[in-house]
């Protein structure tokens, strides 16, 4: 069984710090394209960052020079560091894996959600 679990979430002030963390079972993170989304309410969910299995990393405009996504394969887990926080970085980020194989099936899970309040 797959299972993504988010943890870090919270209320940080602006301009402040939060490193997010989706711990990964049933699965290789280091295989899979990893990436962290984020829905805030009344909105769609829209990517931030993704990190790939050739460590190749993207980021949504929005975001590029202050989060960074990274992952440590022998944790199994990936991250998001939030830097200069902003009030519009209010929402729920999601971990997601994607991995499409050489027989194209294809594999896309997610977690629960974390909560981050970017708030004074």
């Known amino acids: 069984q797959v299972q993504l679990v988010e943890s870090g979430g919270g209320l940080v002030q602006p301009g402040g710090s939060r490193r997010l963390s989706c711990a990964a079972s049933?699965?290789?993170?280091?295989?899979?394209?990893m990436g962290w989304y984020r829905q805030a309410p009344g909105k769609q969910r829209e990517v931030v960052a993704s990190?790939?299995?050739?460590?190749?990393?993207t980021y949504a405009d929005s975001v590029k020079g202050r989060f960074t996504i990274s992952r440590d394969n022998a944790e199994n887990t990936v991250y998001l560091q939030m830097d200069s926080l902003k009030p519009e970085d209010t929402a729920v980020y999601y971990c997601n894996a994607k991995r499409t194989t050489a027989a194209y099936n294809t594999y896309d899970f997610w977690g629960q959600g974390t909560q981050v309040t970017v708030s004074s």
């Open positions: 990190i790939f299995s050739g460590e190749r990393t």
């Open positions: 049933g699965i290789i993170v280091s295989v899979y394209t």
